[in-house]
């Protein structure tokens, strides 16, 4: 069947609306956002998750400024909010503040 191309939140590419990731930018939530910690759909305009609790502004590692945590940037210096899974089987992006990989459960590699 098919479907309506639509952008990605993240990078604006249009893809497939029953897509499970966007081709351009590897996101696995092309039409939403989540939370790192817990992956409930979240808005941008929310302060906190309400599934966990847990914070969804931050202050951005690399300018210090408050940013969102579901975006792959910081809204203000565009410093990266990811690093990649140690693990060479798994790779895949994580929200840099979890301590594990949410995908293999690797231990992350804190600062």
Do not use: W
Request: net charge positive.
């Amino acid at each position: 069947m098919a479907s309506y191309n639509k952008p990605c939140i993240q990078c604006g590419t249009f893809v497939d609306g029953d897509a499970n990731f966007c081709p351009t930018c590897g996101t696995s939530t092309p039409f939403s956002y989540r939370c790192p910690y817990c992956k409930r759909e979240v808005t941008e305009y929310e302060s906190i998750c309400a599934g966990c609790g847990k914070p969804l502004r931050i202050a951005c590692p690399s300018c210090g400024q408050e940013t969102f945590v579901s975006k792959a940037h910081c809204q203000h210096c565009n410093g990266s909010l990811v690093v990649a899974c140690p693990n060479p089987r798994c790779g895949k992006n994580q929200f840099f503040a979890l301590t594990k990989c949410s995908d293999c459960g690797k231990k992350l590699k804190t600062k």
